[in-house]
């Protein structure tokens, strides 16, 4: 049974920092494309980043330059550094797979999803 399992959130001041990490259980997911989406206060889940296997990362604009995702195979983790944080980055922050070395901004791309932690920037 896969599991993925996120933690790291928390309140934050404007400004601030938090690191989340999504441990991956089941099976192995270094050959597949990690996600990070959120979803804010009566808004749609939104795509926040991905890591593919070669990887190649991508962001959506509003967090470029802010956060980072990374991955420690050996750990079968994700993680996402934010930086700067901004009241807009309060959410509840999910990580997804893929079941493919690749994957995009699309919800669709992905397999599997965590419960999420939530993210709480005061201003």
Do not use: H
Not at 20 to 46: H, I, Y
Not at 110 to 118: H, P, V
């Amino acid at each position: 049974q896969v599991q993925l399992v996120e933690s790291g959130g928390g309140l934050v001041q404007a400004g601030g920092s938090l690191r989340l990490s999504c441990v991956a259980s089941g099976r192995t997911f270094s050959s597949n494309a990690m996600g990070w989406f959120r979803q804010g206060p009566g808004k749609e889940r939104e795509f926040v980043a991905f890591i593919r296997s070669d990887i190649n990362t991508g962001y959506t604009d509003s967090v470029k330059g802010r956060f980072t995702i990374s991955r420690d195979n050996a750990k079968n983790t994700v993680y996402l550094q934010m930086n700067s944080l901004k009241p807009e980055d309060t959410a509840v922050y999910y990580c997804a797979a893929a079941s493919r070395p690749w994957a995009t901004q699309r919800l669709t791309d992905y397999t599997y999803w965590g419960q999420g932690t939530q993210v709480t920037v005061s201003s």
